[in-house]
């Protein structure tokens, strides 16, 4: 199976419930006054480069899973943020990715590395 097929796999079995996971595109695109040439090339004046996306390593999918505060914590629900790096089976992990992953997990987050729904489901319900 495709990365992006997987991705899109694990987003959809796990936007349900108490999980909410959102596309993060993470690149640079340049922007300009785009003049198409005849031989099909497009030339751009005034460009600017755009970059796009959370931050350079920030992960295919993210967003929250809400969980109960117990009693003694109020009885509030709160969102914890999500982060799901996917993977194919061979994919290899940037270090950027590494750095985002721990980084996210550091402060409080659900955050790992998926190769399948199964290892993208317990990303988000090992801290429950």
């Known amino acids: 199976m495709s990365e992006t097929d997987l991705r899109k796999q694990i987003q959809l079995d796990l936007s349900v419930g108490n999980c909410r996971l959102f596309r993060n595109n993470v690149g640079e695109a340049w922007l300009g006054r785009a003049i198409r040439q005849q031989d099909g090339n497009v030339l751009l004046l005034n460009p600017s480069r755009v970059v796009y996306g959370l931050a350079l390593g920030s992960a295919d999918l993210i967003g929250w899973r809400s ?3 117990t009693p003694d914590m109020v009885g ?8 799901i790096e996917v993977k194919a089976h061979r994919g290899r992990h940037e270090k950027g990715q590494n750095e985002w992953c721990e980084a996210v997990a550091q402060a409080g987050g659900f955050s790992g590395f998926a190769h399948s729904i199964e290892e993208a489901r317990s990303i988000v319900d090992a801290q429950e």
């Open 67 to 69: 969980i109960l505060i």
């Open 76 to 83: 509030c629900i709160y969102a914890v943020f999500s982060s």
